[in-house]
T-cell receptor, first 109, second 113 residues
Framework: RKEVEQDPGPFNVPEGATVAFNCTYSNSASQSFFWYRQDCRKEPKLLMSVYSSGNEDGRFTAQLNRASQYISLLIRDSKLSDSATYLCVVNPGGTQFYFGTGTSLTVIP | DAGITQSPRYKITETGRQVTLMCHQTWSHSYMFWYRQDLGHGLRLIYYSAAADITDKGEVPDGYVVSRSKTENFPLTLESATRSQTSVYFC????????????FGPGTRLTVL
């Protein structure tokens, strides 16, 4: 079983829409969680960390559900510039971070 | 400029050749990582280093060698390149805390013919 699993999409949504991605992780002892954004042919960059209580950064909201072992990312009022691949990242403890395969989002004018 | 750089950005080589990918960071981060990214697999860890002269295997280390004689440099060598090593390679660094983000270099696109 993979450490981190994501729906690859693609998600094609109109501008202004709300879209949500989920990601499941296999190690219940996982300690830290992140969402990274990766633009086409570019390096991944941190979008936001995911805290136990949930956190919001502008139009982006991240949630953690430890009981069901998933994290989510909600994007409100989608912009064209939000088009990218979103990577779920989990640290089960220790040095290694595990990356999901990514969910592709295209925001359509 | 401060940051993390990789060279070369693009490389084409032939099966059996030795190839070295370079990674340099200016933040003095103790941890450095090498990943490869392939369709359907996401980013997979090849090797990492906790400090100079300390390296350890990741998820897919076979066919690769690393060294870290200086904190700022972390080269990755493919001793005898194979076609299955055609990939995009990303170097990353971070501070020791698990809650800190990883900073990635721009990547090296390697094609093995």
């Amino acid at each position: 079983r993979k450490e981190v699993e994501q729906d690859p999409g693609p998600f094609n949504v109109p501008e202004g829409a709300t879209v949500a991605f989920n990601c499941t992780y296999s190690n219940s002892a996982s300690q830290s969680f992140f969402w990274y954004r990766q633009d086409c042919r570019k390096e991944p960059k941190l979008l936001m960390s995911v805290y136990s209580s949930g956190n919001e950064d502008g139009r982006f909201t991240a949630q953690l559900n430890r009981a069901s072992q998933y994290i989510s990312l909600l994007i409100r009022d989608s912009k064209l510039s939000d088009s990218a691949t979103y990577l779920c990242v989990v640290n089960p403890g220790g040095t290694q971070f595990y990356f999901g395969t990514g969910t592709s989002l295209t925001v359509i004018p | 400029d401060a940051g993390i750089t990789q060279s070369p950005r693009y490389k084409i080589t032939e099966t059996g050749r030795q190839v070295t990918l370079m990674c340099h960071q200016t933040w003095s981060h103790s941890y450095m990582f090498w990943y490869r990214q392939d369709l359907g697999h996401g980013l997979r860890l090849i090797y990492y280093s906790a400090a100079a002269d300390i390296t350890d295997k990741g998820e897919v280390p076979d066919g690769y060698v690393v060294s870290r004689s200086k904190t700022e440099n972390f080269p990755l060598t493919l001793e005898s390149a194979t076609r299955s090593q055609t990939s995009v390679y990303f170097c990353a660094s971070r501070t020791p805390s698990s809650y800190n983000e990883q900073f990635f270099g721009p990547g090296t696109r390697l094609t093995v013919l």
